[in-house]
């Protein structure tokens, strides 16, 4: 197992949009997939959600992590790790925000999965089921990256 070069974490994190979160929430660890963004002008990861235990632990307890992962076979996989702090978005910011998120999205998947997608809606079902959805960011503290090839 080799360490990935901050290039190649960032080549990860930008080509995929499906990572773990990680959150405490009263007293044990939880592991969630959630579909991201990494905004790598502000250097952060921009999601959403409705509200519920994940946002509640989040405004509780601030420090979470990211996982993401590319895995190929047992002898052929890379996986970054982010551990970063939670903020929650507010009003034409967090539209802004959202915004990129949805667009940012919309062509990784024309990319990797030759989807068109023309809504959020299309492959997100939280902003009909949640109503209004809450935007937050992980501002990034730390990542790492490891990588294993034979």
């Known amino acids: 197992m080799k360490d990935l070069t901050t290039h ?3 080549h990860i994190l930008k080509t995929n949009y499906i990572g773990n979160l990680s959150f405490i929430w009263k007293n044990k660890p939880y ?3 959630i579909t991201y963004y990494y905004n790598e ?7 959403y959600s409705g509200e519920g235990h994940k946002i509640d632990a989040m405004r509780t307890n601030k420090a979470v992590a990211l996982g993401v992962t590319q895995i190929q076979s047992v002898t052929h996989w890379q996986s970054v790790l982010v ?14 925000e959202l915004h990129k998120f949805a667009l940012g999205i ?12 023309q809504l ?3 492959f ?10 809450i935007v937050y960011r992980i501002k990034i503290l730390e990542i790492t990256g490891k990588h294993r090839t034979y």
């Not at 002008?41 to 999601?47: A, G, H, L, V």
């Not at 551990?83 to 802004?96: I, N, P, R, S």
Request: proline share 4%; charged share 30%.
């Open 83 to 96: 551990h970063g702090h939670f903020e929650e978005l507010e009003g034409t910011y967090a539209k802004q």
């Open 41 to 47: 002008e502000e250097n952060c990861i921009i999601s």
């Open 8 to 10: 190649e974490i960032k």
């Open 124 to 133: 997100s079902s939280k902003i009909s089921a949640c109503g209004v959805p």
């Open 106 to 117: 919309k062509k990784l998947m024309l990319f990797k999965e030759n989807k068109h997608h």
């Open 120 to 122: 959020i809606s299309d």
């Open 31 to 33: 592991v969630i997939p």
